[in-house]
């Protein structure tokens, strides 16, 4: 059912961009992923990138050590968000995926850095998971 729910989606996406005008935004990995965690891009994301032949704005955030994913919980903070260059349409599918990955991840992790020291500045807690991640190996 996979190939068929992206090929809805694409059909979906051509009609919205180019009838209606409006912006795409997803999350490459399907879902916001616990902050810290490994990441696991889909390969939809490369799919519409080839398809509607526009640019992808890549977009990095930290939210999630502030709101976690499927948490009521909400520390205080500040929650950063980094909007980088466009990447042209037209690259090759494994260079575009490639890319994306290296932006959003390069960007992500100095936003996941700056967040855990204004939680260590501000006496929060953080997330068990970029807690483990942060500690400098012995």
């Given at each position: 059912a996979?190939?068929?729910?992206?090929?809805?989606?694409?059909?979906?996406?051509?009609?919205e961009?180019?009838?209606?005008?409006?912006?795409?935004?997803?999350?490459?990995?399907?879902?916001?992923?616990?902050?810290?965690?490994?990441?696991?891009?889909?390969?939809?994301?490369?799919?519409?990138?080839?398809?509607?032949?526009?640019?992808?704005?890549?977009?990095?955030?930290?939210?999630?050590?502030?709101?976690?994913?499927?948490?009521?919980?909400?520390?205080?903070?500040?929650?950063?968000?980094?909007?980088?260059?466009?990447?042209?349409?037209?690259?090759?599918?494994?260079?575009?995926?490639?890319?994306?990955?290296?932006?959003?991840?390069?960007?992500?992790?100095?936003?996941?850095?700056?967040?855990?020291?204004?939680?260590?500045?501000?006496?929060?807690?953080?997330?068990v998971?970029?807690?483990?991640?942060?500690?400098?190996?012995?």
């Amino acid at each position: 059912a996979r190939s068929r729910a992206l090929q809805a989606v694409t059909r979906r996406a051509k009609v919205e961009l180019g009838e209606n005008g409006r912006q795409l935004m997803i999350f490459p990995e399907g879902t916001r992923r616990p902050a810290g965690a490994e990441p696991a891009y889909k390969y939809g994301v490369t799919h519409l990138y080839a398809e509607l032949g526009v640019p992808c704005v890549p977009v990095a955030l930290n939210a999630g050590l502030y709101w976690p994913r499927r948490s009521l919980i909400k520390r205080p903070g500040t929650i950063k968000v980094e909007i980088m260059p466009a990447i042209p349409p037209g690259m090759d599918k494994a260079a575009f995926h490639a890319l994306l990955q290296e932006r959003i991840e390069t960007a992500s992790n100095r936003l996941l850095a700056d967040g855990l020291a204004e939680l260590d500045r501000l006496g929060v807690p953080a997330p068990v998971s970029t807690r483990q991640e942060a500690q400098p190996s012995a």
